[in-house]
């Protein structure tokens, strides 16, 4: 199945749009469980099912109008970078009636240097307010998998609070979807650690790629991702911290893994990653419930609840704290 | 199998001593393809093959001598420490007459900061000294699987040059003995990076059986393993650096990542092992040819020719470099 197949299986009736504009919100997640290896490239399917909290206070607006011409796409109120732009036009190319182009004003409040991708946010955002301007009515479930086309990821930021993608098992990918994980966590924190770094040595994508395509090792990792989905949600259902952390750091070290198995090895981490990591051991010997997850950069996401909140904050004077069901 | 039962099969006539005592040498040995993983921890049998270049100029002088009452171990010149001293007592029990204790005087001109396991050559020597003390006139092939019985990697370092650690199917471990390689490479370096550290995380022995048993990606080792020997072969047939150089370093992250993936995790790499791989990969893109292994701890274990000896020296002034077949 192409994506304009499954799309056209999505939306069986295209509507006028109903309105001059669709505008929508969606917030950044960080995956918990990570997404990491697909099935389908054509179909962003993925090898094995995620699990992410969402950041309400991250994340990107987007206004979406139909148009005469070409597209016009800004970004934070500036035109677009032209690979951004590129994506964006690709992406709605499935949506376009014939001849008419879009103007998308997207925002992101994401801070460009916290290590969080705002392509999530950005496909999530982007169809909410496609589904407005075309008054399509969809499912949020629905819209997770016209998400998902984007990026994987964006499936996710449907949802705030937690969210888990399915991997599903049809080859048409019409049941790999995000849901909501209906539990309030208040006293959860996430804490954004910025690594100072050069430029990637190469995207998350490529990377997943790669690593599929050349990781010894990662043969072991679908198995091993779609438990740690399993044991997350029990965790996050009893609210264990100590047991949720864990999981998550364990599940961030084997993907990290994955990657640096892959030939020729993909290092995401810096010296000053390797030092944060080693700092949050150290303080977890003390007694401070801090736990560390990681995305395909050398960034750290930490979790921790309020009790801990000063502790860590002491060891990390840079940290931004978040507060996910704030 | 036991190792008692082991050591009378390799040795069926026990002989008395037929000199006062014996002498002997053994060089350490690098890992180009690594043994990580047990199949059988009381025979030291290895869940994979291995292969190792010996450096002639480091290694283990070890003299040994039967004498009444308890064992008396000295390292160089010094009583040797409790836990070092019970090593090797315990593996003498397989070789003691009954009643009598060993005077083991051992000499390692390994410097304790290169980051390098004097237990392959220690064993390597002991073996060899007491092939001398009872005249048992083994084959260098069952002296490795004796040293094997105290230190896995000390079945290759009977060997100079290169040498094959062969996994072996049988349970009983009469098939898995270590054999040197028939090629001479004197343009060949290694160069010794010494990374400061405070104390490992976890010794070599623990991290190993620690991942064998919770590394989710384990699994997928072994055979992986198996095919870097066949590979490297290869590559040393040929002489070939560039392919032996990846393949060594590729087959050494893949270690590590097991490691990284264990849980809870086995990370023996720091923030300057981090650095100094990243230097290394931007002095290939300089056109550079050298490559690195790591073993369990956060020193690099260079590899490149003579022709390019210069060029990585001036970027590693602390390398100590030495020539294999020298």
């Not at 099912?49 to 309400?56: D, E, K, M, R």
């Not at 979406?64 to 070409?70: C, K, R, S």
């Not at 409040?109 to 392509?119: D, E, I, K, M």
């Not at 010997?285 to 560390?292: D, I, K």
């Amino acid at each position: 199945m192409t994506p304009h197949e499954f799309v056209r299986r999505l939306i069986p009736h295209r509507n006028a749009p109903q309105v001059q504009h669709g505008q929508a919100w969606a917030p950044v997640n960080i995956a918990l469980a990570k997404y990491w290896g697909k099935r389908d490239t054509a179909l962003n399917l993925p090898q094995n099912s995620s699990l992410s909290i969402s950041l309400p206070q991250l994340g990107t607006d987007t206004r979406v109008t139909l148009i005469e011409g070409a597209d016009r796409i800004t970004l934070n109120g500036q035109p677009a970078p032209q690979a951004f732009a590129q994506r964006l036009s690709r992406f709605l190319d499935l949506f376009r009636p014939e001849g008419m182009g879009f103007a998308v004003e997207t925002h992101n409040s994401v801070p460009t240097a916290a290590g969080l991708a705002s392509s999530a946010s950005g496909f999530a955002a982007l169809v909410k307010a496609l589904d407005q301007l075309f008054d399509w009515r969809l499912s949020a479930q629905k819209l997770s998998m016209l998400a998902r086309l984007g990026s994987g990821s964006a499936s996710r930021s449907l949802f705030n609070g937690f969210a888990l993608w399915h991997r599903g098992q049809q080859t048409d990918g019409l049941d790999s979807y995000a849901e909501p994980i209906d539990i309030q966590w208040p006293d959860l924190r996430i804490g954004l650690l910025e690594i100072d770094t050069g430029t990637k040595p190469i995207s998350s994508t490529a990377g997943m790629q790669q690593t599929v395509a050349t990781c010894p090792l990662y043969r072991a990792w679908p198995e091993f991702a779609e438990a740690s989905v399993q044991a997350q949600l029990a965790a996050i259902t009893a609210r264990d911290l100590p047991q949720l952390g864990d999981l998550a750091e364990h599940n961030a070290l084997t993907m990290h893994a994955t990657m640096i198995a892959t030939h020729p090895s993909v290092l995401y981490w810096t010296a000053d990653s390797v030092s944060a990591m080693q700092q949050i051991w150290a303080l977890r010997q003390q007694g401070v419930g801090v736990w560390f997850t990681m995305d395909a950069g050398p960034n750290l996401k930490l979790l921790f609840e309020k009790t801990d909140q000063r502790a860590v904050e002491a060891t990390f004077p840079t940290l931004k704290t978040l507060v996910p069901f704030g």
